[in-house]
């Protein structure tokens, strides 16, 4: 949902073995899923680069943040599962704020390259994470395996939400948790787009000027990428698929069987800040912003962001805010 891909990665190229040129794929004939596939795989080297992911107090924070909105301090877990994990960000920041002391970590993503990166994060910060490739529409795990099934948007990527909720569902344990954060809403990402939007058309203007031109960040193809990285970077665009109303997710989560169902949405202003600094941030010529626009732009969040939950939430519909937290559990047999 990015205004434009940032940094290129380059992946090895589809080569013609007479010539040496790069053949960019044939990326159109290609399925829903195989295009998801194919397009997390590239991104995957590059990804907690372009969405400013960290292992440090900051993102920590913001994981464990997320968590306690939905699940009290002092619950314990045995096996816990990230569906649509990437590389790691949720799974890994909970752990290191102590959210899941002592359980068995998992991962599943349908792009086995993200799950490569996953593992090797996980051990820089001095966690074995299982992982296994798979389709969260069919998980590759046995019934009541897990007691914790977590996901941070991810759901909004699938081509059917409902069928993952079901298999979350049906890998839950008797009693077992579900969490899933960071998923768009309906009239939230209709407001933030504006806001994108407007962002993006102020600053081509500004820097339509003569001399500033240079603002700019260069081409993919400019930057060194590759025809394969100008093509792969364009399906970003076909692999977002859903935004959600609140209302709607809490009806999906009772249908696969959970009860305990409750969604919660947080972020307004802030967010509206947060995708105007992305948006910037994608925008502009790598390496021109630097430290202190970076420590501006995060404590700026982080004061709206509180204004949003101590203010705002009071008296403006959930509807209005961009991120929905689901929580739910699986009923006991009777």
Not at 65 to 82: N, S, T
Not at 140 to 146: E, H, L, N, T, V
Not at 233 to 238: D, N, S, V
Request: proline share 6%.
């Amino acid at each position: 949902m990015s205004a434009e891909p940032l940094e290129p990665v380059t992946p090895a190229p589809v080569a013609d073995a007479s010539a040496g040129a790069d053949i960019p794929p044939d990326v159109r004939s290609l399925d829903l899923k195989a295009k998801q596939r194919v397009y997390h795989d590239w991104e995957a080297r590059n990804y907690d680069t372009k969405f400013s992911i960290s292992y440090d107090q900051r993102c920590i924070d913001y994981a464990r943040d997320r968590f306690r909105k939905v699940v009290p301090e002092g619950a314990g877990f045995g096996q816990v599962l990230e569906v649509g994990a990437g590389t790691g960000f949720f799974l890994i920041n909970l752990a290191l704020a102590g959210c899941v002391d002592g359980a068995t970590l998992h991962a599943t993503d349908l792009s086995e390259v993200m799950l490569e990166v996953c593992r090797r994060n996980g051990e820089e910060h001095g966690l074995q994470i299982a992982t296994r490739q798979g389709d969260a529409e069919a998980l590759p795990y046995a019934d009541a395996s897990f007691d914790l099934v977590i996901g941070h948007a991810f759901i909004h990527h699938l081509p059917v939400p409902g069928a993952a909720l079901q298999e979350m569902a049906r890998v839950l344990t008797p009693g077992g948790t579900l969490v899933i954060a960071g998923e768009p809403t309906e009239l939230g990402d209709k407001l933030s787009w504006m806001v994108k939007n407007a962002t993006w058309r102020s600053f081509r203007a500004v820097t339509a000027v003569p001399g500033l031109n240079s603002l700019r960040k260069p081409s993919i193809t400019d930057a060194g990428g590759t025809a394969t990285d100008e093509v792969l970077a364009r399906l970003e665009h076909e692999v977002d698929l859903h935004t959600f109303r609140p209302k709607d997710v809490e009806k999906m989560a009772r249908l696969a069987g959970l009860t305990e169902v409750s969604v919660v949405t947080e972020e307004l202003v802030a967010n509206w800040v947060g995708w105007s600094v992305r948006t910037i941030e994608g925008a502009v010529r790598p390496g021109l912003l630097g430290p202190r626009w970076a420590y501006a732009a995060f404590h700026s969040y982080l004061a709206l962001h509180r204004f949003d939950d101590e203010v705002l939430a009071r008296f403006l519909p959930r509807e209005l805010f961009y991120n929905l937290i689901l929580h739910a559990r699986k009923p006991y047999a009777r």
